[in-house]
Each structure stands twice: as structure tokens, then as C-alpha cells.
């Protein structure tokens, strides 16, 4: 796995601690829980709508979820921007999941232990146009739109997912033009 500021992989076995870490440093105090609590319970439905806008099915989003918190836990003393880096883990663990995705042969059910009833988040879909409409773009496209309506700008989406600026801008360039024409068929209807 790649430092924590910049993680780059999930799923494995080697995280990297720095190596002038204390087991101090590494167990959180009681003020740090409290930190990570705190964070955990507002931030969690948050990650998973930014996955759901990313193209998640519920059920994939609130896993990923679940294991980036656990991540977050464990580096939680040497993350210095929890917002940021949990939505990088968690969006690159999104795109390696749909990439090894092969063929998916029988439905699983839309439940999760993370999100009790998945009734909450489909009301949340449901009362968000724009996120049916993302559905529509492709991946890199919905991702660009996904971390723009999480508040990001250009530059700094092209930082956490380590891309080309350019390439930011010209994929939120596409997306926001094919949104523009969904809504412009969808109004003339």
C-alpha cells in the first residue's frame, strides 16, 4: 500500500507505517476516538452517496465504505485530511472492484449492515435527478462530476487521483455538456 497520505492500493495485507512510528503514535487516545467517531457517523452517509454518484449499486457502496473506515481507523492518527483521503480509498477501491467485476450472475440484495435500510438511500436517489442522470456518462466522466459536487476543484481532483489537470477539465467539460443535452431532451418532453 502506498503512504498514507497518498494510498494507492486497498485490499492487501502491507500498510506502510512510517518506520519512526511509536506504538503510541499508533494507538489512538481517547480524544482521537472521539475524533474518529465523530467523523465516522457524519462522513460514513456521505461516502456512500459520493460512491452511489460514482455508479455504486448500494450494497458495493456501503461495503467499500465499511472497509475504507477501517482503513481510516487504523491510520486515523497519520491521516491529516480524513475527508479527502477516504474518498480517494474509497473511489479507487470502487474502480478496481468494477474492474475485476467478470460477470455478476445472480442479484444480490440491496441491503447492508452499514446503512440498516437501503429505503434511506433510495429516497436519497430518488430526490436527486443528477445522480440518475450521472448514471448515463462513463465512468471517468461520472467520477470527474462525482468529486466536483463533493466540492473539489479541477486542480485538486487532478492531485488526489494523480491525472492531468487537463484531463480533469476536459472530462468535466464532456460531462457537464451531455448532462446539459439529458436535461434539454428531458424538458422537451
Not at 12 to 26: L, Y
Not at 45 to 57: D, N, S
Not at 84 to 103: D, Y
Request: no cysteine; glycine share 4%; hydrophobic share 40%.
Amino acid at each position: 500500500m502506498a503512504m498514507i497520505d497518498e494510498p494507492d492500493q486497498i485490499g492487501g495485507a502491507d500498510v506502510r507505517v512510517p518506520p519512526t512510528m511509536t506504538s503510541a503514535q499508533v494507538t489512538p487516545d481517547v480524544e482521537q476516538r472521539e475524533a474518529f467517531r465523530a467523523f465516522y457517523r457524519d462522513f460514513t452517509p456521505k461516502l456512500v452517496a459520493f460512491l452511489i454518484q460514482h455508479g455504486a449499486r448500494t450494497v458495493d457502496a456501503a461495503d467499500i465504505v465499511q472497509e475504507t473506515m477501517m482503513l481510516a481507523w487504523r491510520n486515523w492518527s497519520t491521516i491529516e485530511h480524513p475527508k479527502t483521503w477516504t474518498r480517494t480509498v474509497a473511489s479507487r477501491n470502487l474502480v478496481r472492484r468494477i474492474a475485476s467485476i467478470t460477470e455478476d450472475l445472480i442479484a444480490e440484495p440491496e441491503q447492508s449492515a452499514l446503512l440498516g435500510s437501503s429505503h434511506e438511500v433510495d429516497d436519497w436517489v430518488a430526490q436527486h435527478d443528477l445522480v440518475r442522470e450521472m448514471a448515463a456518462l462513463p465512468p471517468r466522466q461520472r467520477q470527474m462530476m462525482a468529486w466536483t459536487l463533493a466540492g473539489y476543484k479541477p486542480g485538486e481532483i487532478a492531485e488526489q487521483l494523480t491525472l492531468d489537470p487537463a484531463t480533469v477539465r476536459s472530462n468535466l467539460r464532456k460531462a457537464r455538456k451531455t448532462l446539459a443535452m439529458h436535461r434539454d431532451r428531458s424538458a422537451q418532453q
